[in-house]
């Protein structure tokens, strides 16, 4: 017999708010006593009294499920719908226009065309300071800098592009306020610059191939906003590992670098969907609306599928980890748009930071809308003779 979601384990709550509090204040420390609760029951799910029906799950069957099953998991009525940045294009079409819209997207995000644009965003990258400096700033201004180049041969506005992404960096309500005028300031220089590719018959930038799509401007916009904090947490990260570990600083250990990074700071901690329709989950009866949940941040440190979790060692990564165990950029269908593009300008970066330590500061992850180092992240070249 199925019993209901009120069967499943949940973490602590606070009378009269439920799990809202701690959701708000510390998400982290929630999730992960749900996880050890779920664990302890020999379960993979638990619940969270958030106004709604919600679920969290972190084992490989859950994540295969979820993010297969397009039909069952909606994105239509996730999180992303209440953050206007991420409120439209791609990221909220769902099954069956979904495929065909990523299908149009998808080789402009290739690794063949990516590579063409590479010695653009090379050039573009700003000098590393010569003394101390904060990797967290240093990365951000890197990755504007970055992805202006890659979407719009560096001609965008770039005051305009730091005032459009600053606020989703801020935690919450700021990044789900509605900005109407920004909004439409960031539309027309899109536009304008659309044009001004149009009038010249094209160009190799991501905007060239963006714009005559289907809704171009809209997913230009809105894959802006899925790249910007995601690749600079990401960036500040690894260079805050390298910092300390540096005998991994190498080009030929930087990609099992980034992926340890993203293994223990998925900027994508948690991805949320809703149920189309009733699911039975391992004999519990989930209904129809509840929020369902998936934590590449759970699964990443599970102690069930990985061998001390808590330590940073890209050695790890000679062997393949299980399957549907490490999602910092999602999977199936929705798999991260810029997965590659995120991996092309990280791995650039690293390769060009000389050899460096760590000075000081407070790398606590911060969840908001991405999680990304409480910071500051001071770190400094190692002089050639020390
Ligand atoms: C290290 C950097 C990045 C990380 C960790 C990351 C993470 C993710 C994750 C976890 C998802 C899946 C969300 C879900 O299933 O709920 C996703 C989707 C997406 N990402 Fe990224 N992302 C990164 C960089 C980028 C960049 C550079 C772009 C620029 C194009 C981008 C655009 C998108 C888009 C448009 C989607 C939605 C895809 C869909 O639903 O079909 N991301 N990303």
Redesign the pocket.
Known sequence: MAVSVSALPEPPTRPGNGHLQDWALSPLTLIEEGAARARAASGDLFRLRLGLPAVVGFSPAWNRAL?SNLGTFR?AG?F?RVVPYLSG???L?DAPG?AG??GL?NPG?GRAHLLALQARTRAALPPVPAGEFDALAWADHAVLAL?NAAYFSSEFDAALLHAFLAPLRRPFPVPALPRPLLFRRVEGEVRRLAHARLGRGGGDD?LSVLAPLPGGLE?TR???A???D??T???AYAIWHLANHPRWHSPEHHPAVLKET?RLH???WM???RLGHDLLWNGVRLPRGALAL?S?YLSGRDPGLWAQPETFDPGRWAHKPPAWAY?????G???????H???L??LDTLAALPPLRAVGGDPTPQPGL?LGPRGPLVVAPVPAHA
């Open positions: 993010l994105s996730s992303s294009g791609v990221i079409s979904h819209r990523r997207m995000f992805l991501l997913e809105v894959s802006l899925a790249a910007h995601t690749t947490h990401a960036l993203l998925p900027p994508g991805g949320s969907r998936y590449p999602l910092p950029f999602g999977g269908e929705r798999l991260c748009l810029g997965m593009l995120a991996q300008l990280i991405t």
